[in-house]
């Protein structure tokens, strides 16, 4: 399993924003902006799939879905709670 950090997956720099949804969780953390050369970042080298595992805050969430709303220059990730994460652990 791959699992990156969200705060160090893009420069904050550029014209696109990617915010972090979460289900059944009251954590947030802060929208990024990126370059659209940045969203290669969300594979995995290794197998070629989109990342399936973040981290935000070194807590492990899976990530649901990725939504990309062209006109609003924005990415939307959708991530909730793995079952290490809702038992407390890291």
């Not at 969430?61 to 793995?82: S, V």
Request: net charge negative; glycine share 6%; aromatic share 10%.
């Amino acid at each position: 399993m791959i699992a990156k950090e969200y705060l160090d997956l893009f420069s904050n720099h550029g014209p696109l924003k990617a915010l972090v949804k979460f289900k059944d969780h009251d954590g947030s953390v802060p929208e990024r902006h990126l370059e659209a050369r940045e969203l290669d970042k969300l594979w995995c080298r290794e197998d070629g799939l989109l990342l399936q595992f973040m981290t935000f805050d070194d807590w492990l969430f899976e990530i649901t879905k990725y939504e990309i709303d062209p006109r609003r220059g924005l990415i939307t990730i959708h991530a909730q709670k793995t079952s290490e994460t809702a038992d407390g652990g890291q």
